[in-house]
């Protein structure tokens, strides 16, 4: 069976740090990768997708930047974190073409 | 591009009572609808899907209606339970040029035993 796996689960960051968020798939071969992110209390923002390594499509334009080095990694980075940067960080797979998107636990990052 | 919107956006039933949750969406293309039940400091998890050839499917308490016509698809819970307090999330998905759903805004279900 298929799972993904993301970490850190909390991060604490201060202001300007750089950024390393790390999500791996097991079980799949080629799937569609996801970022969102969520704010407190709000939905779910769309902010990164890949069909495929190397490719990345961006919908947010923003200091935060991903990057697929292997078929089931994805990776979301920052070289300069802000403040509005806070936030609840999900990463999700789904099998290539339509259906079912799961997520992973999420990572819960503040900005001191 | 695709834009879903939900309502209403917190709902308070008692025990036992039925809950309704609408969306609507804007591309004719799409042609796959999820929902996702997010509880407090958790993931979205995936409760029930439809796809666009199907009007209705059901899974016990839980079941989602579609009406291609009027784009708009709903989500009816039946018999709620304290443990179906959560934000319920619609998505839609498979129009054109997009490979990622796009989600609603969410609903706040409240569930008073």
């Known amino acids: 069976s298929q799972t993904i796996h993301q970490w850190p689960a909390t991060l604490v960051q201060p202001v300007g740090s750089p950024l390393s968020l790390e999500c791996t798939v097991e079980?799949?071969?080629?799937?569609?990768l996801y970022w969102y992110r969520q704010a407190a209390g709000r939905g779910l923002q769309l902010l990164f997708y890949s069909v495929g390594i190397g490719q990345i499509s961006s919908e947010v334009p923003q200091n935060l930047s991903a990057s697929r080095p292997q078929d089931r990694q994805f990776i979301l980075s920052s070289k300069k974190l802000l403040l509005s940067d806070s936030g609840f960080y999900l990463c999700?797979?789904?099998?290539?073409?339509?259906?079912?998107?799961?997520f992973g636990d999420g990572t819960r990052l503040s900005i001191l | 591009g695709e834009n879903v919107e939900q309502h209403p956006s917190t709902l308070s039933v008692q025990e036992g009572d039925s809950a309704v949750i609408k969306c609507t969406y804007s591309?004719?293309?799409?042609?796959?609808f999820p929902w996702y039940k997010q509880e407090l400091g958790k993931r979205p998890q995936l409760i029930i899907d439809?796809?666009?050839?199907?009007g209705e499917k059901k899974d016990q308490r839980i079941a989602v209606t579609l009406n291609k016509t009027a784009k708009h698809f709903s989500l009816h819970i039946t018999e709620t339970q304290p443990e179906d307090s959560a934000v319920y999330f619609c998505a839609a998905s498979g129009g054109t040029g997009r490979r990622a759903l796009t989600f609603g805004s969410g609903t706040r279900l409240q569930v008073q035993p």
């Open positions: 591309d004719s293309a799409s042609n796959y």
């Open positions: 079980g799949t071969s080629n799937p569609n």
């Open positions: 999700a797979w789904r099998e290539t073409g339509s259906g079912p998107q799961h």
């Open positions: 439809i796809r666009s050839n199907v």
